[in-house]
C-alpha cells in the first residue's frame, strides 16, 4: 500500500496547516519498515476550493437557470443532469484552449486542476459568479464565508437576531 501526502515546508520546517496531515499520514502507517520518496512539486490546487463551487455556485447555477444547458445526447439535446455537466460547460467557456491537430485546429476546454486556487477563486470562478449574477441568469450567491457557515449548521441558514 502507498500514502501520498502533500506538504509544504518553510526553513525546514513543515508548516502548520499541513502538519497535522503530514502527522496522520505518519499515524496511519501499520508498524514495520517503511520507505519515503519526498519530492519537489509545484502546489497546483487544494481540492477544498471545489466544496464552494460544485456545491454552492454550481448547483445555483443548476438550480436557477439549468434549464438553459442542454446536451446532445444522440440525436437530441436534454437538459443537464448534474453540476458535472454544467461544469464541463463552464470550463468551455472560461478555460478554454486552442489543441492543434494533424486535422485542425479546435477549441477544447483545459482541466480547471490547471490553475492556482488563486486562479481558479479570483478568475475562473469570480468571472462565472458575475456573469450568472446578471440578467438574464439572476444567480444570488452566498459568499465563501457565508457557505463556510452555512455548512457548518448543517446546510441550514441561521437567524441572528439584532441584539
Not at 51 to 70: N, P, S, W
Not at 132 to 148: D, H, L, Q, T, V
Request: aromatic residues 12%.
Amino acid at each position: 500500500m502507498a500514502t501520498v501526502i502533500n506538504f509544504e515546508t518553510i526553513e525546514g520546517k513543515v508548516t502548520p496547516d499541513t502538519r497535522e496531515d503530514f502527522a496522520g499520514a505518519i499515524r496511519s502507517l501499520s508498524d514495520g519498515w517503511h520507505r519515503a520518496t519526498i519530492e519537489d512539486v509545484r502546489r497546483g490546487y487544494t481540492s477544498t476550493r471545489y466544496k464552494y463551487y460544485f456545491g454552492h455556485v454550481l448547483h445555483t447555477i443548476l438550480l436557477t437557470c439549468g434549464k438553459r444547458f442542454q446536451v446532445l445526447d444522440g440525436d437530441t439535446f436534454r437538459p443537464v443532469r448534474d453540476t458535472t455537466e454544467i461544469h464541463n460547460g463552464m470550463k468551455m467557456k472560461y478555460n478554454p484552449v486552442i489543441m492543434q491537430t494533424p486535422f485542425g485546429n479546435f477549441t477544447v476546454p483545459d482541466s480547471s486542476t490547471s490553475l492556482t486556487d488563486k486562479e481558479f477563486i479570483n478568475e475562473f470562478e469570480e468571472q462565472i459568479i458575475a456573469e450568472f449574477s446578471e440578467a438574464p441568469f439572476n444567480c444570488e450567491f452566498m459568499s465563501r464565508e457565508e457557505y463556510a457557515i452555512f455548512m457548518k449548521n448543517g446546510g441550514r441558514h441561521v437567524v441572528i437576531e439584532p441584539a
